[in-house]
């Protein structure tokens, strides 16, 4: 099908917002197209579908389920509010646990059973410390292990895109190396590493930063940790949730302005509990307790537990914040589909990309319409 979007202030990488038309034919953006269905943006911003690379579930369902029918359901909840390509992430889990995420992974993606795009899957455990485990369940962190993740990217059948991994714990930079021979980016997190391991870690191929500035020692003037290691290495790409809850408005401006909007990446980090009521959940082997836009673990409220917001309320919060809308934008679009290297299809608006965009009323960025890969999915 061709269409011709009209009317609106379309996301540009370089200009920011530009006045002109979005062309599609089939499921590409393309030059110009004859005929075809009108899509009428005045008063929007046209936006790339947005790409998660690190959130567990949401509407009742956890990736970690390793269900066919509930990544169904996570897939179609997001491609609901925006989010057209996703990697979801597993939990600190038994391997057997893991194995069938990633069997689970590569099935729905043979399947194409529609909502948004599994690209593929995000390790988030078990190479984890236990002192900054946050919301893991600390049962079963593994030591960085090579065999068990080349095992996991088998069973996954190489969708495994991306590890996370503390730098300090023993074998990590052989681990590092190991995973960007696999294909797999590999972000250093849920650690206590100082500035030199975080710094190795980086040199030796790491090139994220799971949620920057939680589950990790703080910047300090004189202990600069994983925070000031990143900074350095400018292909380092950190993390942030934007969920209003996990960082302060003024550290989110400022850790825009400190690493440029180019290396921004913003994440939701939601959970099952996302889209549904207050309540107590089931999270990694434990149990969480959401209040609001607020969850912690069950009997310790001062440990968060990831999101409750979509990528896209991220994207609103961020602005809120004070960053510049196209900066944004490209933090929760073209920077996390360089991130996992599907940037080649998916990010911008470009002529011969994915013909994925979501269509934002200016007033307040609610959504109008949905398209994805030239199929109109809401409007």
């Known amino acids: 099908m061709r269409m011709r979007i009209t009317g609106g202030q379309v996301f540009d990488l370089e200009r920011g917002f530009i006045a002109r038309d979005v062309c599609t034919d089939g499921g590409l953006i393309a030059q110009a197209s004859g005929g075809g269905e009108t899509l009428d943006a005045a008063g929007c911003y046209v ?11 949401c509407v009742g369902e956890d990736f970690s389920d390793a269900t066919p ?28 646990q893991l194995t069938a995420i990633c069997k689970n992974t590569a099935a729905h993606r043979r399947h194409n059973t529609g909502g948004a795009e599994v690209v593929g899957a995000h390790l988030e455990g078990p190479f984890l410390c236990m002192a900054k485990k946050g919301a893991q369940n600390g049962d079963f962190l593994h030591d960085p292990d090579i065999p068990m993740l080349e095992r996991l990217q088998a069973a996954a059948e190489g969708c495994v895109k991306l590890v996370t991994v503390a730098p300090e714990q023993p074998g990590s930079v052989a ?13 250093v997190g849920h650690t206590v590493a100082d500035y030199n391991t975080a710094k190795a870690a980086f040199e030796a191929g790491a090139d994220h930063a799971t949620h920057l500035f939680n589950a990790m020692p703080p910047l300090a003037h004189r202990d600069p940790g994983v925070i000031g290691a990143a900074y350095e290495v400018s292909a380092v790409q950190p993390e942030l949730i934007c969920d209003g809850i996990h960082i302060h408005p003024a550290v989110v401006r400022l850790t825009f302005d400190l690493f440029g909007k180019e290396r921004m990446i913003i994440i939701s980090d939601s959970l099952r509990a996302t889209g549904m009521p207050d309540g107590e959940y089931p999270f990694g082997g434990q149990m969480i307790e959401v ?18 917001t979509s990528l896209m309320g991220c994207l609103r919060q961020a602005a809120a914040f004070g960053i510049p809308l196209a900066d944004a934008v490209r933090s929760c679009t073209y920077n996390p589909a360089r991130s996992i290297g ?6 911008t608006l470009d002529v011969g990309k994915e013909a994925s965009l979501v269509l934002l009323n200016q007033a307040d960025l609610s959504i109008r319409a949905i398209v994805f890969k030239g ?3 809401k409007s």
């Open 47 to 57: 936006i790339p579908g947005l790409v998660d690379v690190h959130f567990h579930g």
């Open 69 to 96: 029918e509930g990544l169904q359901r996570i897939a179609d909840f997001e491609l609901s509010q925006g989010v057209t390509y996703i990697c979801p992430a597993g939990m600190t889990l038994p391997e057997d």
């Open 175 to 187: 681990f590092i190396k190991a995973a960007r021979e696999m294909g797999i980016h590999v972000s």
């Open 291 to 308: 209040h609001g836009n607020r969850a912690t673990i069950l009997g310790h409220p001062e440990t968060l537990a990831g999101s409750v």
């Open 342 to 347: 599907i940037e080649d299809r998916a990010g």
């Open 375 to 377: 199929q109109v999915v």
